[in-house]
């Protein structure tokens, strides 16, 4: 009987039936055996539905939810987290892909005697377009310390990368739902009261720019509810602002007046590390050269 840890592998989907597989299949190949997976269709008017149970019923590994009707963000993950069995969850969402190692790494990073006390792993990405092309990366503050910095300008952490003990939901709560747009951001900080922070230096996801992101179509909606979580860490959480992240959250507040495209751009200048040799990715079929896992910050 094995010792490894279970991870429960939280998916929740809309409408992305022409990139599901491909994530899905990222999970099915990892090196890492035990999991399981929780998949929630959430109201998908495409044939979204009809590729889940092709993989459920070829892996019997995967559990699925079909909802009728579109739950928002916060409230999906939570009737998925609902089910899990695990000592981990890990979220990925139906457009990305992971990288082989990307849970044996980090399991094996969290299982040591050490780490006890970190209770949300993430780590780097490679960045890929919506036709599987590479387009640059995109990396994360490291120590916990950097990540509590990182709050009051950005998210210290991509949801696909994530790996959250189970006991951190049970001591914490799940999701606030009246997050919709940040509701990772106000959990990584109302975790970050009990948990240490972390995130790998290797690079194990590979996260999809396509258009669809929610980050780019409801830009305005999006930084208010930052600032609201920001808002709250202070009030409630107990975190101290310094005197750089108050002139963050000022600049954060101004950028919700700007034109996306504009304030987009900037982000990209300033936190992506954009590829100048883009090449194709690996998924659905086409073939490539490998995309390994790039150890360090380079």
């Known amino acids: 009987m094995t010792n490894d840890p279970l991870v429960s592998v939280l998916m929740l989907n809309q409408n992305n039936r022409r990139f599901i597989g491909e994530a899905i299949e990222s999970v099915v190949l990892q090196t890492y055996s035990r999991w399981e997976m929780i998949i929630v269709e959430n109201g998908s008017t495409d044939d979204s539905w009809e590729v889940i149970q092709d993989w459920a019923n070829r892996e019997p590994r995967i559990q699925t939810v079909r909802l009728t009707y579109a739950a928002n ?5 939570n009737l998925g987290s609902a089910r899990v069995q695990g000592d981990y969850i890990a979220t990925l969402d139906s457009d990305d892909v992971w990288l082989p190692e990307r849970l044996s790494r980090q399991t094996e990073f969290m299982e040591r005697s050490e780490n006890t006390g970190i209770g949300v792993c993430g780590a780097n990405c490679l960045l890929i377009d919506g036709e599987g092309l590479g387009i640059g990366r995109k990396e994360f503050p490291r120590t916990d310390a950097a990540c509590r910095r990182a709050f009051w300008y950005r998210n210290p952490f991509c949801q696909s990368t994530t790996l959250v003990r189970k006991v951190c939901f049970d001591q914490c709560g799940i999701y606030d739902e ?49 600032l609201r979580a920001r808002r709250l860490a202070s009030a409630r959480y107990g975190y101290s602002i310094s005197l ?7 600049l954060t507040w ?22 100048t040799n883009p090449r194709r990715v690996p998924g659905n079929g086409a073939r490539s050269a490998p995309c390994p896992v790039v150890l360090g910050n380079k």
């Not at 750089?244 to 000022?250: D, K, L, S, T």
Request: with cysteine.
């Open 178 to 226: 009246s997050f919709v747009l940040a509701e990772d951001l106000e959990l990584w900080m109302r975790l970050g009261q009990v948990f240490r922070l972390h995130n790998a230096p290797e690079r194990l996801v590979k996260f999809r720019l396509s258009g669809r992101n929610v980050t780019l179509r409801k830009h305005r909606e999006m930084i208010r509810q930052t």
């Open 244 to 250: 750089g992240g108050r002139v963050a959250f000022g």
């Open 254 to 275: 101004c950028m919700q007046w700007l034109p996306p495209g504009f304030v987009h751009r900037l982000f990209n200048r300033w936190v992506l590390r954009q590829g």
């Open 73 to 77: 963000i916060p409230a999906g993950r």
